[in-house]
């Protein structure tokens, strides 16, 4: 499971490290490891803002698994299939646990140098480092409201 969160920042050839608690989980002894990295659009306190999602590629298949199962059903959900198809890249993890992020998924996550890399259960996101702060303190602010929904639901 991916919890925690490290400051990073991007290297010049938009390269960002995935953190070294992270790299247990994915695939050992494997020669190539890839990452599926896409955009996320997370809406709070009124506006959107843009991550990168990284998913290790089981838990890519189980993601897109579930997604593909609603398809079927509902076409709003085949639309967002293909949305999120397009924006999505396959980027291989060199040897010293590098991905290289293509520009357009950088641009559309409005990420600068300065990065925070945060553990998101079953995948990874990366979030510019001033609206990591913004939404943090808003998540802190908003917590007990989050775990009283949780708790009551269930």
Same mark, same amino acid.
């Given at each position: ?11 010049t050839?938009? +390269? ?14 494997? !020669? $190539?490891?890839?990452?599926y %990295?896409?955009?996320? +659009?997370? $809406? /709070? ?11 290790? *590629?089981?838990? @890519?298949? *189980?993601h897109?698994? =579930? ?7 509902k076409? *709003?959900?085949? @639309? &967002?299939?293909?949305? #999120?198809?397009?924006? !999505? $890249?396959?980027?291989? %993890?060199?040897?010293? =646990? +590098? ?15 300065d ?7 079953? /995948?990874? *996101? %990366? =979030?510019g480092?001033?609206? @990591?702060?913004? #939404?943090?303190? =808003? #998540?802190?602010?908003h917590?007990t409201?989050?775990?009283?929904f949780? &708790?009551?639901?269930?």
């Amino acid at each position: 499971m991916f919890v925690g969160q490290f400051q990073f920042t991007l290297d010049t050839k938009k +390269r960002l490290v995935i953190p070294s608690k992270f790299r247990n989980f994915f695939p050992q002894g494997e !020669t $190539e490891i890839g990452v599926y %990295v896409s955009v996320n +659009r997370i $809406e /709070h306190n009124n506006s959107i803002s843009n991550c990168l999602a990284i998913y290790p *590629e089981a838990a @890519w298949k *189980e993601h897109t698994d =579930w997604i593909a199962k609603a398809a079927q059903e509902k076409e *709003e959900v085949r @639309w &967002y299939m293909r949305k #999120l198809a397009s924006d !999505t $890249e396959f980027c291989k %993890v060199d040897a010293q =646990w +590098r991905i290289v992020v293509p520009l357009r998924l950088i641009t559309s996550a409005d990420l600068k140098r300065d990065i925070m890399i945060t553990g998101a259960i079953n /995948h990874i *996101e %990366v =979030w510019g480092l001033e609206k @990591w702060k913004e #939404l943090s303190g =808003w #998540l802190k602010e908003h917590s007990t409201d989050f775990e009283k929904f949780i &708790y009551r639901s269930s």
